[in-house]
């Protein structure tokens, strides 16, 4: 079983940064894939980035890739998503996520979100 806690969201104006870290729990796995999605009110739920626990591997929304990075820190089993540039439509409920299986598409395990506001 894997727990995460997203933090770090808050209010920030736009062309500003926040970083977003998530405290995994429980046995993370060199295959695992970390995800972060996001999703704005009436919205869909929306890829953002995502990396093999490794670090060997990203991936990234096109509309994004230019202004966000993830990383992770497997000493303290965390992974971080840096935004910078922010604009207000960057504004939404970000939740990182594990996939136990490496696949980029099945993710079992999902922290309770963080609120990002960006103010024009």
């Known amino acids: 079983q894997v727990q995460l806690v997203e933090s770090g969201g808050g209010l920030v104006q736009a062309g500003g940064s926040l970083r977003l870290p998530c405290a995994a729990s429980?046995?993370?796995?060199?295959?695992?894939?970390m995800g972060w999605f996001r999703q704005a009110p009436g919205e869909e739920r929306e890829f953002v980035a995502a990396?093999?626990?490794?670090?060997?591997?990203?991936r990234y929304a096109v509309s994004m890739k230019d202004r966000f990075t993830i990383s992770r820190d497997s000493a303290k089993n965390t992974v971080y998503l840096q935004m910078n540039s922010l604009k207000p439509e960057d504004t939404a409920v970000y939740s990182c996520?594990?996939?136990?299986?490496?696949?980029?598409?099945?993710?079992?395990?999902w922290g309770q979100g963080t609120q990002v506001t960006v103010s024009s």
């Open positions: 996520a594990a996939d136990p299986c490496g696949s980029y598409s099945s993710y079992d395990y």
């Open positions: 429980g046995r993370i796995f060199s295959t695992y894939v």
């Open positions: 990396t093999k626990w490794s670090g060997r591997s990203t």
